[in-house]
């Protein structure tokens, strides 16, 4: 039965706990990274798991939830080293603490729930705050500042390819005529200009913005970039035998990975000598570990909701990068 883990006092909730151990299988003596650290659940069961001399790296672009995980992971010691950074430059961040490649890489994608409950960081229409929505507040566009930037046409195209809005036409000539008259300074003033030009729907059990904010956050965070350029990367980051965990909570994101995946899994089927000429691959990069993804179990769902649209997959490397 799978547990659901719970920092006191943050309201966060690592998601597949039990399955990203489970998946990565974290030894005594090796050396992982957690890409996206957040407040240090997953980085806490993962050390659990390779004590007592296993390492890991936590990667974050957030400083304030780098601040929480050092606080709740101090009892780890030298076995942690946090960095501020953003996973799509894991290489780099990496090379930088003197790690060539790791046993285990473990990504949790999206927003967290410390940053949804804290309305000075303007994710959610839920709590009034500043049109912000980086994940690294010491640089980068704010939301309103993208707002501000962005056309009619460009800010439809927003909302239709992030947030996969139907009504993202009416939404952005709304948005975009409230930004030219000054009236959006707020999280709650921009939701409920959205609330405003979409039909009312009886049966449609999400609130109008949610659509609008995610596409919104994810335009601001260039998330999906950042998804496709570590993707790009991370065999060379595996140490053969190593493996690959990533949780991702809407189709966009689980796409991206399941495509890459099939695609590193991928090996010719000409003979050896014909593919060697052809210059195709005739050993897989990967062995994709979960045919279908893994989903929460009735007690996570039963305890946190958040779970319910988690995706993990995991892959594991068994040869190197061509």
């Not at 942690?80 to 090379?95: E, I, P």
């Not at 008259?181 to 729907?201: C, D, F, G, Q």
Request: net charge neutral; with cysteine.
């Amino acid at each position: 039965m799978a547990k659901y883990w719970k920092m006191a006092g943050f309201g966060h909730t690592s998601v597949l706990g039990d399955e990203v151990v489970e998946w990565l299988a974290p030894r005594a003596g090796g050396v992982y990274c957690d890409g996206t650290l957040g407040a240090g659940g997953h980085a806490e069961r993962i050390l659990d798991a390779c004590a007592p001399d296993g390492r890991l790296i936590g990667i974050d672009r957030d400083p304030v939830a780098l601040e929480t995980a050092k606080a709740r992971l101090a009892r780890f010691g030298e076995r942690v080293t946090v960095v501020h950074g953003a996973f799509a430059d894991a290489r780099a961040l990496l090379t930088g603490v003197g790690v060539a490649a790791v046993d285990g890489f473990v990504l949790d994608l999206g927003v967290s729930s410390m940053q949804l409950d804290r309305g000075e960081r303007g994710f959610s229409f839920a709590h009034e705050g500043p049109l912000d929505m980086r994940m690294d507040t010491t640089q980068g566009e704010t939301a309103a500042e993208l707002l501000r930037r962005l056309t009619v046409e460009e800010l439809q195209d927003v909302l239709s390819r992030y947030g996969e809005e139907r009504y993202s036409g009416r939404i952005a000539r709304a948005v975009h005529e409230a930004v030219r008259a000054r009236t959006i300074a707020t999280t709650t003033e921009l939701a409920a200009v959205i609330t405003r030009a979409v039909p009312k729907n009886p049966r449609e059990h999400l609130h109008p913005a949610t659509r609008t904010f995610q596409a919104l956050r994810i335009a601001v965070n260039e998330e999906l970039g950042q998804i496709e350029h570590f993707l790009a990367d991370f065999p060379a980051l595996l140490a053969p035998g190593g493996r690959l965990v990533v949780i991702s909570f809407h189709s966009l994101e689980d796409r991206l990975v399941k495509q890459r995946f099939r695609e590193l899994e991928w090996t010719s089927r000409l003979p050896a000598d014909l593919a060697a000429a052809a210059g195709e691959r005739t050993v897989p990069v990967v062995k994709v570990l979960t045919g279908k993804p893994v989903t929460a179990g009735e007690a996570e769902l039963a305890g946190n909701p958040r779970s319910r649209s988690a995706k993990l997959r995991a892959c594991e490397k068994v040869a190197v990068a061509a």
